[in-house]
């Protein structure tokens, strides 16, 4: 678990993500990427999926970014446990891989929507705004 990412300020209704990869760089610039907007915070950050679920089941993020391929857990999987422990967050997946076969079982894993990676800093802000609860 990883919280050098907790709130340091923004809008009182700021949408709160959970940034799930196993990646730290990834998680700094997404991170990074998001203290940028007012009306986003990142109140929580980590890198294996039970620890994402830990972190869920405390902060009830409004947004997961989770990424599809997880050491633990594959991302499916991780999704349905996240959901268990935080049924109101929003889950949306990232990966590089964009096979319909995986987008299916994503979905029916509960997730809301899928972010091809690289990022692309406008989608992001723009996916969490719209599938935020």
């Known amino acids: 678990m990883d919280d050098r990412t907790m709130p340091r300020g923004?809008?009182?209704?700021?949408?709160r993500v959970l940034v799930v990869d196993d990646n730290p760089e990834i998680c700094?610039?997404?991170?990074m990427m998001l203290s940028l907007e007012?009306?986003?915070?990142?109140?929580?950050?980590a890198g294996t999926?039970?620890?994402?679920?830990?972190?869920?089941?405390?902060?009830?993020?409004?947004?997961?970014l989770l990424d599809l391929h997880l050491p633990d857990l594959d991302g499916c999987e991780a999704a349905k446990a996240l959901l268990k422990t935080s049924p109101r967050t929003c889950v949306l997946c990232m990966s590089v891989?964009?096979?319909p076969a995986e987008?299916?079982?994503?979905?029916?894993?509960g997730a809301c929507?899928?972010?091809?990676?690289?990022?692309?800093?406008?989608?992001?802000?723009?996916?969490i705004r719209r599938h935020a609860p």
């Open 97 to 99: 891989e964009q096979q």
């Open 10 to 15: 923004g809008a009182p209704d700021a949408i």
């Open 113 to 127: 929507g899928f972010l091809s990676k690289p990022l692309a800093f406008d989608l992001l802000c723009d996916s």
């Open 28 to 31: 700094d610039n997404i991170s």
């Open 103 to 109: 987008l299916r079982r994503m979905a029916q894993a």
């Open 38 to 45: 007012d009306d986003i915070v990142v109140v929580g950050r």
């Open 49 to 64: 999926a039970r620890d994402a679920v830990l972190l869920a089941g405390t902060l009830k993020p409004d947004v997961a």
